[in-house]
């Protein structure tokens, strides 16, 4: 072999063995950019504002993480991310959980690392249930609750604790409350995350009388859930009571009731029998009740314009009693009237609470405004009934002077009353007398303070009480025009007008 042939034989292996040690470096480098993952961990995370886990792992290679659930976060700088990229070496990430989707089972999330073309999950992330929470309130600050009851208060007017919110995290209903409140049906069920306005009433027919703690295990008002899970939420409630004065009174007071003139019948006063045909009622007594939380006394008052209110006694006209039961329950009251013999009349009835003491007060000897002959304010709320009574018919009683009755030719005429303005109007059509006499008037069933006359000549008129005493002389003027006598009350209004003719 020549000299030429060795060198060109040595070049070629020299330049083979240089590419096989290159090869060879190229294997070893390779090896070396094989990713390595860390092993996985579990991370416990819950939304707050100060929550959050802590994610920390060594790349070899640049990296990328990524959350399966949107819930769960990278926070980088106080960015919330879903994905997060990296350079090779020692890694610290924050992880936080947000509270989307976040139901009332746990949730899990899984954290993915990428490098070098590999993926492979390297945490778990665990959300727990949220808890179910609702609030009950007026105010935000202090909703009800152990320790803050939802209390209603006594009202006059009506028993109501209003512009109650209730707020929830779930869907939600009212599954049962106390007896003696009433909610309306529309407003027992709510929605996540609405604010739902609701009114709590005192229910009709409860006894609004005594306090009802919310100690009891029957005052609260019980809220479950609506998403097929067991759960529910107790609210106490309670109820102040009535004040040792309140009084309260089931039937309007200003209604008023009429009894008929012997006292078996009556009416609501509203309508007079033949008029608005009103339902009679045959019964001696009328029952009704009085709501207060203590004892009281029944103290019945006559009225007149003339007289204003006048205390009546035990034995006078009207009868009030209570019925105590045997329970002591004194809310029952029954009313009832003597036979009435004179005119219509008019009464009323206070219940008074013991607590206010008024044989104490001027109430039962003064109860009334001196300069408007009104009830005083402080006792109007106190009326539990006005009863009014029908008296004897309205009209005249006319006789002889020595006593003996007119009746024929005496008729009631309306429409002769019109120019005074009431119907109780008569007339009188007799012989005139040959020789002089005196007519005996007496007005019935009407009331009697004044009254006026137009008269012929010869004729003179005189009057005691509800009496009057027209005298005719035998030369009397029969004059163009009717006589007649207006009878008027204390207020002026005519009460009943009488005419008298000749023929």
């Known amino acids: 072999m020549s000299m030429k042939n060795i060198k060109w034989l040595l070049g070629a292996f020299s330049m083979l063995l240089a590419m096989t040690t290159f090869t060879a470096c190229s ?17 416990n995370c819950q939304p707050g504002e100060n929550e959050s886990a802590e994610l920390v792992f060594t790349a070899n290679q640049p990296w990328t993480l990524a959350s399966s659930k949107l819930w769960c976060k990278f926070s980088v700088d106080g960015e919330l991310q879903n994905s997060l990229a990296g350079k ?7 992880i936080i959980a947000t509270d989307d989707v976040w139901d009332f089972e746990n949730s899990l999330a899984e954290i993915t690392l990428s490098m070098g073309g590999q993926t492979q999950a390297i945490a778990v992330v665990n959300r727990s249930a949220n808890t179910r929470d609702l609030k009950m309130y007026q105010d935000i600050e202090h909703p009800f609750g152990e320790g803050n009851p939802a209390t209603l ?14 707020v929830a995290n779930f869907d939600w209903e009212i599954q049962r409350y106390p007896e003696w409140i009433s909610i309306d049906g529309k407003y027992r069920v709510g929605k996540a995350g609405k604010i739902s306005v609701i009114a709590l009433d005192f229910a009709e027919n409860a006894d609004v009388r005594y306090p009802l703690e919310a100690g009891d295990i029957n005052n609260k008002i019980v809220f479950v859930n609506k998403d097929g899970q067991e759960y529910f939420i107790e609210i106490p409630v309670a109820y102040e009571g009535m004040p040792e004065d309140a009084v309260q009174f089931p039937t309007d007071p200003f209604k008023g009731w009429t009894f008929s003139q012997d006292g078996t019948q009556y009416w609501i006063s509203s309508g007079t029998p033949g008029e608005d045909e009103p339902e009679i009622i045959e019964k001696e007594f009328i029952e009704l009740q009085v ?17 204003g209110y006048t205390l009546l006694g035990k034995d006078d006209w009207i009868i009030a009693d209570i019925k105590n039961t045997s329970n002591n329950d004194n809310r029952n009251v029954t009313i009832s009237v003597i036979l009435n013999s004179d005119k219509k009349r008019e009464g009323y009835i206070l219940a008074i609470p013991d607590v206010l003491n008024v044989e104490g007060k001027d109430l039962l000897n003064h109860p009334y405004d001196d300069e408007y002959g009104e009830l005083k ?5 106190y009326i539990l ?17 020595d006593g003996v009755p007119i009746t024929e030719g005496l008729v009631q005429v309306p429409e002769l009353g019109n120019e005074f303005g009431t119907e109780n109007a008569w007339k009188l059509t007799m012989k005139k007398p040959d020789t002089a006499i005196t007519l005996i008037i ?8 004044s009254h006026e ?23 009397v003027e029969i004059g163009d025009e009717d006589m007649y006598i207006v009878i008027r009350d204390n207020m002026w209004r005519a009460s009943g007008v009488l005419y008298i003719a000749f023929e």
């Open 442 to 449: 007496e007005a019935k069933g009407i009331s009697v303070d």
């Open 453 to 475: 006359s137009s008269l012929w000549d010869g004729v003179t008129l005189d009057a005691t009480g509800n009496t009057f005493y027209l005298d005719i002389s035998e030369n």
């Open 291 to 307: 709501i207060t939380p203590g004892t009281y006394k029944l103290h019945s008052f006559a009225y007149s314009m003339a007289n």
């Open 377 to 381: 304010p402080e006792y109007e709320q």
């Open 27 to 43: 294997d070893d480098d390779d090896k070396l950019e094989v990713p390595v993952f860390p092993e996985s961990v579990v991370l």
């Open 153 to 166: 208060k006594y009202s006059v007017i009506g028993i109501s604790l209003e512009n109650i919110s209730v």
């Open 88 to 94: 090779a070496g020692e890694q610290k990430v924050q």
């Open 385 to 401: 009934t006005r009863i009014n009574q029908e008296g004897e018919k309205e009209g005249f009683n006319i006789m002889t002077g």
